[in-house]
């Protein structure tokens, strides 16, 4: 099969021919028919801290993943050939007791290779079947994309009547965002890109300004920082209420141990 492998930091991507895979007990094997690129993947080719997170080099990554079991492993009882699947890529963290030592539970693209190939193997506890009507793509996008947003919201307590502010509307803000109008909140989002404000008003968001430091002084009862840019989450801290919650999701700048303590001691 074909697969684009990861092998140095800086270095691009490698198209090479692999053996199609075969499953291990409790494993399924599934031609991908979407395969996410992740801010976690482009850190990691980046050479950035993430990429200590590999457990084998080369490796394929891709952990957002969604397609068609082809094969199944022997003890796997849930899914059948045909299922339309996605993974859930960090299967260590929900791994059944007696899995928990398994020395591939890092999952898709970081434990073993991963979507970014025509076919990858899963283990039977990361999946979950797709539900008709919904694309492949939209399926693999949130399995990390959409779950990282979900539990943005889920830390920040977001519930209805809730005033929420939500920094950045990228795919996860945005999709942040939507959540937490579903929820019944009142929702009010930062994004530095004009282009961007008809959309999100057409998709329900009650209140759209210009910048971070615009949310200070409207008293919120949560603030979601899906940027992280440093001046936006000064922003975030500003603007939340006392007692509220503020939720750091973005990874937009890294700021040094010395910085970050400057900025509590201030808080």
């Known amino acids: 099969m074909k697969a684009w492998q990861f092998t140095e930091p800086h270095e691009p991507m490698v198209l090479v021919e692999l053996p199609d895979p075969e499953p291990a007990a409790g494993e399924v094997v599934l031609d991908v028919c979407a395969a996410g690129l992740c801010h976690s993947d482009v850190d990691i080719l980046e050479g950035g801290p993430l990429l200590n997170r590999l457990t084998q080099r080369p490796i394929v990554l891709g952990h957002e993943v969604s397609g068609v079991v ?34 591939r539970r890092d999952g898709v693209g970081l434990g073993r290779d991963g979507g970014f190939a025509e076919r990858t193997t899963a283990w039977e506890y ?8 919904l694309d492949f793509d939209q399926a693999a996008s ?10 943005a919201i889920r830390v ?6 809730r005033r ?8 996860l803000g945005f999709t942040g965002a939507r959540i937490a109008k579903i929820l019944g909140a009142h929702v009010v989002a930062a994004e530095t890109n ?7 008003r057409e998709a329900g968001i009650d209140e759209v300004v210009a910048d971070s430091a615009d949310l200070v002084g409207m008293e919120l009862d949560a603030v979601i920082d899906y940027a992280g840019f440093g001046t ?10 006392p007692g509220g919650r503020v939720v750091q999701v ?5 700021n040094s141990a010395e910085a970050a303590g400057r900025a509590l001691s201030d808080v």
């Open 156 to 161: 920040g307590a977001v519930a209805p009547g």
């Open 70 to 103: 082809t094969r199944v492993g022997v003890g796997v009882t849930k899914f059948a050939v045909g299922d339309r699947v996605a993974v859930y890529g960090q299967g260590y963290r929900i791994a059944p007791p007696g899995w928990e030592h398994e020395s």
């Open 232 to 241: 936006t989450t000064a922003a975030a801290v500003e603007a939340v209420r």
């Open 250 to 254: 973005g990874l937009g700048k890294a």
């Open 142 to 151: 949130a399995t990390d994309a959409g779950m990282t947003a979900y539990h």
């Open 164 to 171: 929420v502010g939500i920094i950045g509307l990228g795919g």
């Open 126 to 133: 990361e999946l979950t079947k797709i539900p008709d009507g």
């Open 194 to 200: 004009a282009a961007i404000h008809g959309a999100a």
